[in-house]
């Protein structure tokens, strides 16, 4: 049986022991928040470590404002782990595509199936999560390893499928991106690394829904054929994936610069990263802070 540290931000009191009945019979801890500025300041406490937060849509009874999707982005961004989800008896389609779009990992309806309901979408939220947590403990480690044996492979093909997999940790260490995908393959082409932007560092948040990656882990630098090739890809992804991050070990030709300045009009935008590049990446304390650092060096950058 899993179990997750769950916070329960309702102000309905009968609500609040229905859900202690539930998710402390699941075998979860519960804590409980009355009112937003409660929940705020259990979710700011050191060391506070929730999976869940179960958040009212309205917190001031029936005829209040839906204030519980006023606090959804600040839990976000207290406990980046932790998966909101919203709960609410006046469900409607507006608050709905209002949750999602500010990054809810799901919705729940106070309803007949609302106890079934419950226990299922905690434990989903809670086995996320906790996988999450695991990989964030023993990431660096992971990926330190993954990245030295990605140099010392010999075998091209190998060599390039351990590149796709630094890669992958690498935006898997970010706890605000959401679902990263390698090597995706569709009827017209093959996406190397696919990472779904369900940030909401004010940073990314207004970045595109998808960000694509490019693999090159060759000794020789990647040229202006493969900077026309990757922009391509971008190019008809019907804009929710302007980003694109290209990882060549072997580095880049002042021809594949030159490329990417060509289409620098538009709206997207090429991060580039080399062998040592990638190690600073790998060696950064703060992957986030590494990342927006990289951003702005593409977006300033004159080549």
Known sequence: MSSGQIL?????KGFVDLYREILTGAGHAVEVASKAAEAIELLSKPGSDFDVVLIDQKLQGPGGPDSGLELL?????????AKPIIVTGYAS?????????????????????FAALLKAKVRNAVEITTERRLNAIRGPA???AA???????????????LLERVMQLLFRAIPSFGEVTANLRTDSEEIDIVVRNSSTDPFWSKESQYFFGECKNWSKPSGAPQARDFL????????????????????FTWEFHQELAKRSTDRRLVITFDAQQISAWIESADPL???NERH???????R
């Open 8 to 12: 329960i931000v309702d102000d309905d």
């Open 73 to 81: 982005r600040t839990a976000q961004n207290l406990a980046p782990f």
């Open 93 to 113: 389609d507006d608050a709905i595509e209002t949750a999602f779009a500010a990054g809810v990992y799901d919705y729940l309806e106070k309803s007949g199936t």
């Open 142 to 144: 992971q990926l330190k």
């Open 147 to 161: 990245w030295t044996s990605a140099q010392q492979e010999l075998d091209p093909q190998r060599k390039g499928a």
């Open 232 to 251: 391509s890809k971008l190019e008809t992804k019907h804009e929710r994936g302007s980003i694109g991050f290209y990882f060549s070990v072997g580095g």
């Open 289 to 291: 802070k590494h990342l």
């Open 296 to 302: 702005q060096r593409a977006v300033t950058s004159a």
